[in-house]
T-cell receptor
Framework: AQSVTQLDSHVSVSEGTPVLLRCNYS??????LFWYVQHPNKGLQLLLK??????LVKGINGFEAEFKKSETSFHLTKPSAHMSDAAEYFC?????????????FGKGTKLTVNP | GAGVSQSPSNKVTEKGKDVELRCDPI?????LYWYRQSLGQGLEFLIY????????KSGLPSDRFSAERTGGSVSTLTIQRTQQEDSAVYLC????????????FGNGTRLTVT
């Protein structure tokens, strides 16, 4: 079965320092992977998606993620954190089965950015 | 509006009552999803509609939960005889088609069962 594991429930960084949010996936074939962000009291917003076209995917707000098949990882990074990046981040895999499809979400990583 | 619209934004109900949650997807989006977000639990898939196909109800947690999608557009999620464990944020999302189209989420309905 396809699933994703977000290795950290909370990450705290200082403004201006790099961000690393870790995600590992399990899949029997090349998956479609996404990162979504949820700001407090806001809806979920797509940050970026991997669909096998390129292993390094660039998203909005300076975020990027690298698909590493050998490590079954899809970690989210940003070179320099901004206060506005404080939010919850979800790593997601698309599961297609029998004509249906769904996104399977990780449990989320809450990012805190300290001044 | 241009986005997915959900109503009400907040709902407080007494245990045992029925509730209906509404979702207006983006016009032209054929796929519609319902998810539930509980504190510390991430997002839990509930149900998926695609065009006129039979919905995938595999995520509904009990027979108290049901959903309809009328005319391929508006969807209603109904919870009968609500229980306290039903308290959560219920999120609706839509997308243009299957494949790698991203989902567009509404802001959710926060349900509190007292």
């Amino acid at each position: 079965a396809q699933s994703v594991t977000q290795l950290d429930s909370h990450v705290s960084v200082s403004e201006g320092t790099p961000v690393l949010l870790r995600c590992n996936y399990s899949s029997s074939y090349s998956p479609s992977l996404f990162w979504y962000v949820q700001h407090p009291n806001k809806g979920l917003q797509l940050l970026l998606k991997y669909t096998s076209a390129a292993t390094l995917v660039k998203g909005i707000n300076g975020f990027e993620a690298e698909f590493k098949k050998s490590e079954t990882s899809f970690h989210l990074t940003k070179p320099s954190a901004h206060m506005s990046d404080a939010a919850e981040y979800f790593c997601v895999v698309r599961l297609t089965q029998g004509g249906s499809e769904k996104l399977v979400f990780g449990k989320g990583t809450k990012l805190t950015v300290n001044p | 509006g241009a986005g997915v619209s959900q109503s009400p934004s907040n709902k407080v109900t007494e245990k045992g009552k029925d509730v209906e949650l509404r979702c207006d997807p983006i016009s032209g989006h054929t796929a519609l999803y319902w998810y539930r977000q509980s504190l510390g639990q991430g997002l839990e898939f509930l149900i998926y509609f695609q065009g006129n196909s039979a919905p995938d109800k595999s995520g509904l947690p009990s027979d108290r939960f049901s959903a309809e999608r009328t005319g391929g557009s508006v969807s209603t999620l109904t919870i009968q005889r609500t229980q306290q464990e039903d308290s959560a944020v219920y999120l609706c999302a839509s997308s243009p088609r299957q494949g790698n189209s991203p989902l567009h989420f509404g802001n959710g309905t926060r349900l509190t069962v007292t």
